[in-house]
DNA sequence: ACTGGTATTGATACTCAATACCGGGATTAT
DNA sequence: ATAATCCCGGTATTGAGTATCAATACCAGT
């Protein structure tokens, strides 16, 4: 973590940004648990530490960790952006349960070099790419299967439940 | 588009719904066009043929279609969802620009197995997956090129201006 | 140390997509 | 016809994300 926070640290200088005490609670924050967070998740975790922390600041010190590309932003849900801190991860995609909403990590390296060479021979130069699957956990699966029927239009009555996972304190990997 | 409107009056008829004139009437605005659209714009347009269609029961049929699998709910920017039909096309994933905010389409088979098969190696049961590449169309990649001079932490000022890309009519394919 | 200028911060207000609610209207079954 | 549903559309509400702006912290140069 004392890496992580250095690399955040260059990226300020280099910026010509000031290194503050804010920005790097913030990012030491980050960088202390492997969860996903929402903004305001984030924003409460440092309140911790200093309950003077505004909202507004942690939203900007995020953007500028996912300018870094310490931090990554992950669309997965609707109204609100997830994001996670990726240094010294290996590159992942996400699984997302569409009963417990639990979701899970995966990595393949074909999914890796893969799209990049398809996006190369449309002229199109690709600098990230995720992959999101859905569909039903371990847990869920036999579950999920006994309640579909055949499988003709029958596609209804899931994915409306959201498992809750995980919410107090940020947790070492 | 006969046929789609066809496949989404069984859905409701099995769903044990009405098929009502304003539902058809959505569900044949949106198989007119193969564009990406926002709720908001399909009630644009679906206003031109009957001004008074509301806002919510597009988006109570919206969600209809999604269910039917019809029409697939695309999350590629932040505050907005974007929707496209899917039938009758080949499945395809996204690219966006981070310049001109333009997206294309591409396909690839390997890109369509893969990930479901990864998938099972977990024990998740896939039933949909989505690919998004982030990166620069070919007309913007030479601009962008140009600006990044090495390669260090140059990853600064692109990512801010957003293309219009289209806003009037639907139309066809 | 002091001063002037700039960057940062955080409270408040705002935007806007999406949702919840509710009363009126249409459709079907009895 | 009448009752029971289902459907529709307007309005209000929610909530994430953003803009604004005054106050504060920091830095460089004197």
Redesign the interface.
Known sequence: MQYETGLFR??LE??GLRVTQTRMQIAETVFSTHKHFTPDELAEWVRKKDSSTGRMTVYRTLGLLV???LVEEL????GQ?LYEHVVGHKHHHH?I??RCGRI?E?S?E??ES???Q??RQ?????????????????AC?PI??GHRGGG??E??GVASSRAQVGSGEPSET
Chains 1, 2 share one sequence.
């Open positions: 260059k990226f280099k910026r300018e870094s590309e669309t997965l849900r609707k952006n699984m349960c569409l899970q995966f393949n074909a999914l893969l799209p990049r398809v996006a449309k002229g199109f130069t690709a600098t990230s790419h995720a992959i999101k699957i859905h569909g039903f956990c371990k699966s999920a299967n003709e239009g596609t209804v």
